[in-house]
């Protein structure tokens, strides 16, 4: 590597285009979202910059701190589904044999690939009244009830009358399952990379001298991959807390996210200094999150050498 | 978990030696062949199976003969024929493509150039030039969408422009955060540059342009085609962004699709989505070939 001292001509040819784009199309904007945050809104597109803290303030009071709680609530309990989920694929993924390896990464990735909005709008036929979940649990009923007749108890409706297929969309459980399908892969990939460094002699240890295979994984796999969940957990919440279209295609009428929040500020209800101060105090939490995993990361290497 | 039972410490050898004697077919369960568990199948099976099934659904969907979408009618092209006749919706297709391919070009030279400055270089507040390099693919997509959102409005971007123009507000938003990803693509084929063949180059007279055009970008021809597909499916793929920077004259694939959606689903859609899920996952496909074609040759003769 060269001081760049050495060349200024190169230095300056190779980074005066890039860093002006960044500078110009992405920190200006964010700068100036900062500064809207402590404007007034006068008139429909008006806005005063008065340093007042009162979009903060009002961001604050408990109707949007409800959201926002809500938001880090819904976002969390997903995570927390991505990783349940998430540890015994990778788990069967990284003790694969080394051919099928790269087909099953493949397998897990290639959904990932597709559009996000498009993977949302695939569940709505999944989970709607007449979907695929309601006719599987309809074919489960249907063959109960008929053992039912069979064993002479047709005639008591012990299961109902007719199959009730469930209400699975437009709710809570949709965003949240929304919020899963569409952010899995991200907590898959970086367990994945743990467990495969994972030094397999401590397993057999454990399992030779008799602990079960949960014990195990609690005692050994998990202190040692549990870096992997780390980083897996902050790349699929931040995401999952400002994503506004999960709970717009998905959500009910209460399934309102903070991203569903900033962007009303934004588009119908106009008010962008809010919806500035909003979308900063997001940042906020984004990089308090990965504030957390650089300190507990840095922690870690400590350690290690 | 009736399979943990064979393979406490006393079973283990003992197995294994019956495995041999009868001359099995397979080798008795191992404690660490997980993959050979049926529970641990199970799950991953039920895994890809919950992943795929919404997708395959969709694009089953789009030649079905229902306008209801439940069960199955039988085969047709109507939709895809009723989708290419539907003018907005060609309109967005047009501008989806048009913005990415602009886009794509764009990013790539500005994401090659971060490349080879970060890789070559050294100088004062380089980490914070780095993290600043970040930020695009760190913070949430709503607030980046917010803020072109807002810097546009700002600075009154003419939004009548004639029609390449009038997308120039997109592009200029797709390119911010797709260069760095094409720095990032760039910068990992860079790691295995030997930097003596540009040195030698050097001293057999070649001035720095001619180094850079012969010697270090052919060696970067892989992670530059990788790195310019990732960002073609970037911006072909963005929703949130273009949501908020897009006019209602200049309105792409996924946010046309995202309108139709929330009006009514129906197989129309599923027929663009599955054109744009094709799209994407070749050039995917594409990229991440290529990029296993740059790890494959990284010992600086490539």
């Known amino acids: 590597m060269d001081s760049w001292r050495k060349n200024p001509l190169v230095f300056w040819v190779l980074n005066l285009s890039p860093s002006a784009w960044l500078i110009l199309f992405f920190i200006v904007p964010l700068t100036l979202v900062w500064v809207l945050s402590f404007g007034e809104k006068r008139g429909l597109l008006e806005v005063a910059i008065t340093g007042t803290f009162d979009n903060y303030a009002r961001a604050l009071q408990p109707l949007y701190l409800e959201i926002f709680w809500k938001s880090i609530w ?48 695939a569940l709505i036929a999944v989970f709607r009244t007449r979907g695929y979940v309601n006719f599987t649990l309809e074919w489960f009923w249907d063959q109960a009830n008929g053992l039912l007749t069979l064993l002479g108890l047709g005639g008591y409706q012990l299961i109902g009358a007719r199959y009730e297929p469930l209400e699975l969309l437009y709710n809570n459980f949709a965003v949240n399952m929304g919020i899963v399908y569409a952010f899995f892969p991200f907590m898959v990939l970086p367990l994945y990379a743990n467990i495969e460094k994972l030094d ?43 994503a506004f279209f999960i709970p717009d295609l998905l959500g009910g009428t209460d399934s309102q996210l903070i991203g569903n929040v900033i962007e009303r500020q934004f588009k119908s209800a106009n008010d962008w200094p809010f919806g500035a101060a909003l979308s900063f105090l997001l940042m906020y939490i984004t990089f308090g999150a990965l504030a957390l995993r650089a ?11 | 978990m009736p399979q943990s039972n064979t393979s406490t410490p006393a079973a283990r050898p003992t197995s294994l030696e019956s495995g041999v004697g009868r001359a099995r077919r397979r080798p008795a369960l191992g404690p660490l062949d997980y993959t050979r568990r049926w529970w641990l199948r199970l799950i991953v099976a039920l895994t890809f199976l919950l992943l795929y099934a919404p997708i395959l659904t969709l694009v089953a969907f789009s030649f079905n003969d229902s306008r209801r979408n439940i069960v199955w009618r039988g085969f047709t092209f109507k939709y895809y024929e009723k989708a290419w006749n539907n003018d907005s919706l060609i309109d967005a297709f047009a501008n989806s493509l048009s913005i990415a391919v602009i886009s794509t070009v764009i990013s790539t030279i500005l994401g090659v150039l971060v490349a ?18 970040a930020l695009p693919i760190v913070i949430p997509e709503i607030c980046m969408g917010v803020a072109m959102m807002a810097f546009f409005a700002r600075v009154g971007w003419p939004n009548d422009l004639p029609w390449p123009l009038s997308l120039s507000s997109i592009t200029i938003a797709h390119i911010a955060f797709s260069f760095p990803f094409v720095a990032i693509i760039v910068r990992a084929r860079l790691v295995g540059f030997n930097r003596e063949l ?35 499916t970037l911006s072909l793929d963005d929703f949130v962004i273009t949501f908020f920077t897009a006019g209602p004259k200049t309105i792409t694939l996924p946010v046309k699709i995202f309108s139709m959606v929330r009006f009514s689903v129906t197989p129309e859609v599923n027929a663009a989505s599955t054109v744009l899920i094709l799209i994407t996952v070749i050039a995917t496909a594409l990229a991440m070939r290529f990029q296993a074609l740059a790890r494959g040759t990284k010992d600086g003769r490539g």
């Open chain 1, 74 to 121: 819904m976002a969390g309990l997903a995570t927390i589904a991505c990783l349940i989920a998430g540890y015994p694929v990778a788990f069967a993924i990284a003790f694969a044999p080394d051919r099928w390896k790269p087909f099953l990464l493949l397998a897990l990735m290639v959904p990932f690939w597709i559009n996000i909005l498009i993977r949302t709008y």
């Open chain 1, 200 to 242: 397999r002699s401590y397993m057999e240890a454990s399992l030779d001298l008799g602990a079960g295979h949960w014990r195990t994984f609690f005692s050994v796999v998990f202190p040692l991959t549990w870096h992997g969940a780390l980083s897996g957990i902050i790349i699929v919440f931040i995401p999952a807390l400002g």
């Open chain 1, 295 to 305: 300190l507990v990361a840095g922690r870690n290497r400590g350690l290690d050498v």
């Open chain 2, 116 to 133: 080879i400055f970060l890789w070559r270089f050294r100088f004062p507040g380089k980490a914070v030039y780095e993290g600043f390099m």
């Open chain 2, 198 to 232: 540009e040195d030698a180059a050097k001293d057999l007279g070649a001035s720095e342009w001619r180094t850079m055009c012969d010697i270090v970008l052919p060696y970067l021809k892989p992670g530059i085609v990788a790195g310019a597909l990732i960002a073609f």
